[in-house]
């Protein structure tokens, strides 16, 4: 299981920290990543790790501005959100793929086998 908190409404320029925690099973054999999907839009890709914890990949309209990392000993994934902009408002969702996705599909949200419930983050003035 794995529950993704820490959204809220915040204004442009603001940062937000992103936490997704696991839970109920073993996660050892896999890695997780964010995606997001805004109103009337798909799921996109947002942040992950390469297989063994790095590089760390970035969608391009992220790139700069957020940052992945986790505690392992926590079970825990994070996502430093900075210089939010009204474009970031979404629901932000944790996933988790297994170790052997190949590198090519690691941005499909196909290629992620368990799903957080998401958290809404919502950039308004």
């Known amino acids: 299981q794995l529950q993704a908190f820490g959204g809220g409404l915040v204004q442009p320029g603001d940062s937000l920290r992103l936490s997704c925690a696991a839970s109920g099973r073993t996660f050892s054999n896999y890695v997780m990543g964010w995606f997001r999907q805004a109103p009337g839009k798909e799921r996109e890709f947002v942040a992950t790790f390469g297989r063994s914890g790095s590089p760390l990949y970035y969608a391009d309209s992220v790139k700069g501005r957020f940052t992945i990392s986790r505690d392992n000993a926590k079970n825990t994934v994070f996502l430093q959100m900075d210089t939010l902009t009204v474009d970031d408002t979404a629901v932000y969702y944790c996933?988790?793929?297994?170790?052997?996705?190949?590198?090519?599909?690691?941005?499909?949200?196909?290629?992620?086998?368990?799903w957080g419930q998401g958290t809404l983050v919502t950039v308004s003035s």
């Open positions: 996933a988790a793929r297994k170790y052997g996705t190949i590198l090519s599909e690691i941005r499909n949200v196909r290629s992620y086998d368990y």
